[in-house]
């Protein structure tokens, strides 16, 4: 008997151990626990998410992955899916720190978002490729093996990320063919290697949602790079080939969501049936930062959630990280910083509170 019950505590103890990671966040039943970004989202129908990295999300002296399961119930690699990290060598794929991410976020009930299939950078060895039917295979064997070993896993995929780059000796062209980024693809590959990559990915995994992603297009007025991306989005999904659009959002406090259109901008890809996600937001602010731009911080991210939620066909918001102490801004936008809606001490800051007031308002 007294064996038994030595090992009964030994199983108890080990379970608790192995499901640190892996416990289900929603499974919590504490009153504290029900006030969560996560779970006032999910009662309204929408995913909220963010990117992480695998280091933090591994540590064992932050609070990091606890904050992330808890709050989030989406997920997205910040880096660690993307081709350099995802195909070391030619045909040589390391999955390891992918899946253990990927078994983070199905073991607490989360959203996948794969990111990113083609891009022009962190291409490694890809991008000095110079052969246009090597680049070809070299894309299809891509898109197929990592979708096919992450179908019934990752929902989502960009497909195509920041193709649209507006062409200044175009102007007078309105054709987003005309406006696709010169980038080692390209060359190879000609105009057609966006729709080129989207066939691979709707044959790879037919069930996945598959979308373009981009920045620099939530702005409806003036903004040529945001009619192309639209352009591009349309002609996909008129050949069955899309399901979706990304805003990526890397926006400051000068976006003014009211005055710039997003609401319109929104609204010609409802109109044409694609689902539409904010991807990447964070709202950098610059540093040393004060309540006032904290505040102003805190309004921006409100005015474009509350936007994006009046249109049906919105269904997940995606942060670019969600405490400031891991945020790519710092180090691509001297003297900018504090962008998320956790500070670098993980505690909550005016943003957290106006995103969660619009869920709740929704
Ligand atoms: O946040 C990512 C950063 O750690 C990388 O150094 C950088 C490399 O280009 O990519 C960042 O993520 C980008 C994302 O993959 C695509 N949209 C823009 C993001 C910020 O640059």
């Given amino acids: 008997m007294k064996y038994i019950y030595f090992l009964f505590i030994v199983m108890v103890l080990l379970t608790s151990c192995a499901s640190e990671l892996t416990t289900s966040a929603s499974g919590n039943s ?213 399901d979706g659009v990304g805003f990526q959002m890397h926006i400051d406090t000068n976006f003014k969501p009211f005055e710039n259109g997003f609401e319109l901008n929104l609204k010609r890809y409802s109109d044409i049936g694609v689902e539409i996600q904010i991807t990447e937001m964070d709202v950098r602010i610059p540093v040393p930062a004060n309540s006032t731009l904290y505040s102003l911080q805190a309004n921006t991210y409100r005015e474009v959630l509350s936007i994006a939620l009046s249109n049906s066909n919105f269904t997940a918001i995606v942060f670019w990280g969600f405490t400031d102490k891991y945020s790519w801004i710092p180090d691509f936008f001297s003297g900018f910083g504090d962008a998320l809606l956790f500070n670098t001490s993980y505690q909550k800051k005016p943003s957290y509170d106006a995103v969660m007031e619009v869920l709740k308002n929704k």
């Fill in 30 to 242: 504490s009153a504290e626990s029900t006030e969560t970004l996560r779970n006032i989202a999910s009662q309204k129908g929408i995913y909220i998410g963010s990117a992480v990295a695998d280091t933090p999300l591994f540590s064992k002296t932050e609070p990091y992955s606890n904050i992330f399961v808890k709050e989030f119930n989406m997920m997205v690699a910040e880096n660690e899916m993307k081709f350099e990290y995802l195909q070391t060598s030619s045909n040589v794929f390391y999955w390891f720190i992918a899946d253990r991410m990927v078994n983070v976020a199905l073991a607490n009930n989360m959203q996948i978002r794969g990111h990113a299939l083609l891009w022009h950078n962190q291409s490694g060895w890809a991008s000095s490729v110079n052969n246009p039917a090597a680049l070809s295979n070299i894309l299809s064997n891509h898109i197929f093996t990592v979708m096919r070993r992450y179908s019934n896993k990752i929902a989502y995929w960009d497909v195509v990320n920041e193709a649209i780059e507006v062409n200044n000796s175009m102007v007078n062209s309105s054709n987003f063919y005309d406006h696709l980024r010169k980038s080692f693809w390209w060359t190879n590959l000609g105009s057609n290697y966006v729709e080129y990559a989207f066939q691979l990915a709707r044959a790879a995994d037919p069930t996945a949602k598959l979308f373009y992603n981009d920045y620099g297009i939530e702005r409806y007025n003036n903004n040529p790079k945001a009619f192309y991306a639209y352009q591009l989005v349309s002609n996909l999904k008129a050949k069955g080939l899309i």
